[in-house]
């Protein structure tokens, strides 16, 4: 029996299943009142399409290794996109009422935290000879890698401007003390945004007792021992734990030093209330 004749068959049969499950998802998340109904088929129907496509043209990619980097080059894209967006979100929501707030183009930082957490660990792989420099084996490994620092730069963003925006007389209180105002940013948006760091250990602690992850089971559905796969699947994990750190770390320097959300004003400013007035003067 082939490895593919394991898994879902590709018929009617599984397009209707896809279709029925995200219906109930969005209509679960519109009327349940978590208000991403839209966003939940959207997201569906998305992620139908680009697959669609990178089915028709990753067998093509894959020969070329060049093609492979270009591909690698269009996720690191796409994912600094994404991410920037989702802190961009939360920095907006301080720039209507707080002066240096988000810039336009202040998604770009995103490229910082996705590239620190990524870049070292593909090269550290390659330079050892661990990752084959052969496209099929370094456009899965890189889009594992980029996906995890995504998800880590996405919500240690979103949380560390959130801890900020609900907790400036803080910051306000810890600049009227003498912290500096990257120390005073920090101080208390870090716990908040280390919790982004929980799936990735929720993962890996669990790993073979709740979930078996998909480069493990794709690994003994290809032929691998059962050992192979499980080294693998170490691998794979440890790596998304060292660049995710590293993600989270960059995104909290970056929310330091004002570099996305509202701006160094934007702190020391941002609430125009007589007890900060009275705070800073003392």
């Known amino acids: 029996m082939s490895a593919s004749s394991q898994l879902f068959p590709v018929t009617p049969a599984l397009g209707a299943a896809c279709l029925l499950l995200l219906a109930a998802a969005a209509l679960v998340a519109g009327r349940g009142g978590l208000g991403h109904g839209r966003a939940v088929l959207r997201a569906g129907l998305r992620a139908a399409v680009q697959l669609a496509a990178v089915a028709l043209v990753i067998a093509w990619v894959v020969r070329s290794l060049w093609a492979s980097a270009l591909f690698v080059l269009?996720?690191?894209?796409?994912?600094?996109?994404?991410?920037?967006?989702?802190?961009?979100?939360?920095?907006?929501?301080?720039?209507?009422?707080?002066?240096?707030?988000?810039?336009?183009?202040?998604?770009?930082?995103?490229?910082?935290?996705?590239?620190?957490?990524?870049?070292?660990?593909?090269?550290?792989?390659?330079?050892a000879g661990l990752l084959p420099a052969r496209g099929l084996t370094v456009v899965p490994v890189a889009g594992i890698l980029i996906g995890g620092a995504l998800t880590a730069t996405s919500l240690a963003g979103r949380r560390a401007l959130d801890e900020l925006r609900l907790r400036h007389g803080e910051v306000e209180a810890a600049l009227a003390l003498g912290f500096e105002e990257r120390d005073a940013r920090l101080e208390i948006c870090r716990t908040a945004a280390a919790t982004s760091l929980v799936p990735a250990l929720d993962q890996t602690r669990t790993v073979g007792l709740v979930t078996l992850p998909g480069a493990f089971v794709g690994m003994l559905l290809g032929g691998a021992t059962p050992v192979q796969a499980g080294a693998v699947q170490l691998f794979v994990l440890v790596a998304?734990?060292?660049?995710?750190?590293?993600?989270?770390?960059?995104?909290?320097?970056?929310?330091?030093?004002?570099?996305?959300?509202?701006?160094?004003?934007?702190?020391?400013?941002?609430?125009?209330?007589?007890?900060s007035a009275a705070a800073r003067a003392g």
């Open 240 to 275: 998304l734990l060292a660049v995710e750190a590293v993600a989270v770390t960059a995104v909290l320097e970056l929310v330091g030093r004002g570099l996305v959300g509202p701006g160094r004003r934007g702190v020391s400013s941002s609430s125009g209330s007589p007890g």
């Open 74 to 127: 269009l996720m690191f894209g796409v994912a600094v996109r994404t991410a920037g967006r989702r802190i961009g979100e939360g920095g907006r929501r301080d720039a209507r009422d707080r002066p240096g707030g988000a810039g336009r183009w202040e998604w770009l930082w995103a490229a910082v935290p996705i590239a620190a957490g990524v870049l070292p660990v593909l090269l550290l792989l390659l330079a």
